[in-house]
């Protein structure tokens, strides 16, 4: 009996059970009549509104429900005071009452005719409250409930970011009575709490009950306990005045076990009676199974199975924070296991009793979370107390369920409460030693689960992969190949999203217009419309809603052939598609839209689990086909790719009329190849076509020449949300799928960035998300008699194995070899005028050596360990270390002209690692002077050789963040920076300004030495 006693041990909370209860007299629902009134001045407590008749005026409201439901209560944070009058029948023969809420956001106050009854923080938790001598029968009772929902800014020392939250910092912060307000009866002996554990064989079923007499004296009295199609059993219970606590075992002669494929529920009831009368009862469904990891595989009653799980966000349409009607959860978990998944992911909050409820009958695996959003805040130790009562609150509610099989504590850190994830696993293990925890899904601060009865924390692999769809051949690859061997594998999500049906979103709204979430969704289909007539995109769909259909074809092919990598890798052992259903701003990413209505990625899941699946990614069958005649020219090219193009047939020429240039931010250090491009450029003014192939930089030499109008390059890989490529009907695409969204035969050259604030006519784009247009992936730039074409296509990396990049190359040189219809007379560049622009550019830029990664973790010692770079008191720019990833060389990267170092491009890679960049100053003379910074995440600093900085942030980067004062000296100063990532982007920017910290200082030198040097 050692784990029933674990379960003992724990102190209770005044929570209502999952388990049924029986009580002599009925309560009696308090759901209509409720009034509220919004207090923006947070002066009714000094007002004394919580008396009767003292409340001001106010409006009906609806309970259960939320004020933003009504237009007043839209985008209110702050306090509100809810009333009803209600009256208790004169044969209601209760001895004593207590108050029940199902659920109020977030901080509640409870007055009964005046007199205080109590105060409940949390959001999600139900709660009661006594009623004692307060309760009138026979005559009128007024129940005030002051609620504070905090915002942004802290009212009464709490505000949202502190607070356990779901997503209310993303989605919508709603207040208000979300749950069911009841009377309850207090039984004279009562049962609190029932507790169950079954036994894997299936043979027996350890039961505690606890209670409270409220009887004036001892009394012997009967417990009766009894599981599905077993004889009760009776126990003799001698009560005292107070709680009691009782321990047995039921016997089963041999329970079939509960699985996914057969949900086998058992009821356990437990009644106190005297003699014949039953005083109170509960019951509670249970399952015989048993859930664990052994040789680093789940397993459930000891077979291996693999987790097909879908995530669950906390979010409903209209509602927010409960499902909007009876049967929404039934369908939702119908339509789950109906596409062959066996876990949901209840996300970052305490799922809704109808979904475990469900679960358990239709079955279904379930990891449920508390709820804990990112939190932060001065308290951690304020923050660790609400969040250890989100646990309790979650596991006393629903560890008798067998669906229910790991609590997952943390969600990418969840903020600050990283730093106490330990203590928080540990405080769940105490009061649930039969699952398993895990201690942070997506391993940002590491991953760790906890075994049933075990305390100590395990290494397992977590990760939260967001890849393109259509799916590359690397990130087939990378699925295929994710995780460690020997341990526990789990992508506890990844995801890609699909366009939604915008207008159909709207319309599900009806008439309420006025609610927050309706709103948004009429704001995006605004601007998507308003996108798609500006960017003539009928010319590409034809209509909006063929538009949204091709982005759910490109979701469900993504999806799908994530998901077949990962089920054919033996390292892996589970994943979590992110995710089920539209959520607020995070549209477009589920399964079915934001009312329930499926997509055709939910198709490609059902068919994908029930062994029929999509036809795997094929390499294209297409056929290069012959250049034209006509010869081209080529800029920048090395000689495997010319060599190549030869193969291919091109006929190579200098002058040329069609120039295909190869050239990326090296122009800076080559002078001759940017006069190569002048020339270029004069040229197409002349009448050439110049197709700049490899993406120019926004920031680099092209515009800040002139040659190019400024522009922005915008990552545009899509992730869950999604980021959807497409083809025009243009004659680059012959041959080729278009007028449609890029799918599988595009999957090698889809680019990886977007052109935005060009205007020219676009042959490829980028559609968003939310279904607007974010920019041009090929554009044709009108240039004299001539014409640009800028390419964001990956066609240099993809010629060698993918033959529809050859076929793209031979598409474009054959339509600019055709007569350009001229849009502007003939003229030549300033050429002297564009090389002086340049040169003065150049002097802004800042060369850094640059080396990573180096290790780190999620107690992020990487910023505190001193490596190589610091220890070394002239390390050599020319020799190789060894870092986290084995050998390593220092690398020249060259900042923006604003000063922006961009490790991720530097390395090619997100890493929680640390990373050194170092450079040399050269001045002409000594001068105070103030170094300005920027980093993401932290920052340390070493000037001259002494650490001088350091700042643990964890934020993205942008000028000036931090500013250091320091000296100059005459000649060379030397800085290294050393910067760590928690996670996401990783760079620093970095300025050297005048002593009053305003302007840039002029004749400075920016570069490494090529020799030894001093660092750290």
Known sequence: ??????????????????????????????????????????????????????????????????????????????????????????????????????????????????QLLGEHEGGYLPFDVECGSALKIGSPNTLVVRVLDPGKTPIDGLDVFATPNAKETWYVNWGGLAGAVELRPIPAVEITDLVVVTDRAGRSADVTVRGTSHLATEQRLDLRASITDQSPRTIDLATSPGPFERTFRLTVAEAKPWTPETPNLFRVR??????????????????????????????????????????????????????????????????????????????????????????????????????????HGPDIAAIETRVKREIEGMIRRDRNDPCVVIWGILNEMSDQVWRVKESLCRYARSLDPTRLVFDDSGGWSGAHYYAPDSDQPVSYFDDHPYRRSPLSGEDETFFRTIGESGKLGFVSEFGFGGLTDLRLAVGGFGDRTFLDDAQLYANYLERARKDFDAHHLDRVFLSMERMWADGQRIQAEGAHDMAAAMLANPKLDGYVFTQWQDAYSECSAGLVDVFGAPKAALEAFRDLHSGTPLPAAPTPAIAPGRPPATPVQLLGADDRLRSRLESLGFKIAPEAAVILAFSGPDLWDDEPAFLAMLSAFQRARRGATLAILDAPDADGPLVASGLLPPFKRTRAVGDFIGFFHFAADHPLFDGLAKSCFMGRAYRNVIPDETFEGLDGETLAGTIGGHSEFLGSDVIVLPCGAGRIVLSQLRLRRALDRDPLAARLLVNLVRWASTPNPATSNAERFDGDETLARYRKAKEKLQRWAFLAPFPSDEARSGLDQPFIPETDAAFDLGKEWVGAGGPMKWRIITSTPDGELDFVRALGVRERKVGYAFTTITSPEARDVTLALGSDDGIVVFWNGKRIHENRAMRAAAARQDVVKVHLEKGRNSILVKIDNVFGEWGFFFEVLDADGKECVPGLRVTPDSTKTSGG
């Open 270 to 375: 437990v009644e106190v009676a005297d003699g014949q009368r039953t005083l109170d009862a509960r019951e509670t469904d249970v399952g015989f199974r048993e859930f664990v990891v052994k040789d680093g595989d789940f397993q459930l009653n000891g077979k291996k199975v693999f987790l097909r799980g879908v995530l669950y966000q906390p979010y409903y349409p209209e509602t927010l924070a409960q499902p909007p009607n009876s049967g929404w959860v039934q369908r939702e978990v119908t339509r789950m296991k109906d596409a062959g998944f066996n876990l949901v992911r209840a996300h970052v909050r305490l799922a809704p009793r109808e979904l475990i409820d469900e679960c358990n009958r239709q079955g279904l695996l379930v990891m449920e979370e508390p709820t804990c959003g990112w939190l």
């Open 1 to 114: 009996m050692a784990v029933l006693e674990a379960v003992l041990c724990c102190a209770a909370i005044v929570v209502p059970r999952p388990a049924v209860a029986f009580a002599a007299t009925k309560s009696i629902p308090l759901d209509t009549g409720w009034t509220i009134v919004f207090d923006k001045e947070n002066r009714g407590r000094e007002l004394e509104w919580h008396i009767p008749g003292k409340l001001p005026a106010s409006k009906p409201i609806r309970v259960p429900g939320i004020w933003e439901a009504m237009p007043e209560g839209v985008g209110y944070d702050g306090v509100a005071w809810y009333s009803v009058r209600f009256r208790i029948p004169a044969n209601w023969n209760a001895v004593a009452a207590r108050l029940h809420f199902g659920q109020v956001n977030y901080l509640a106050t409870v007055w009964l005719n005046g």
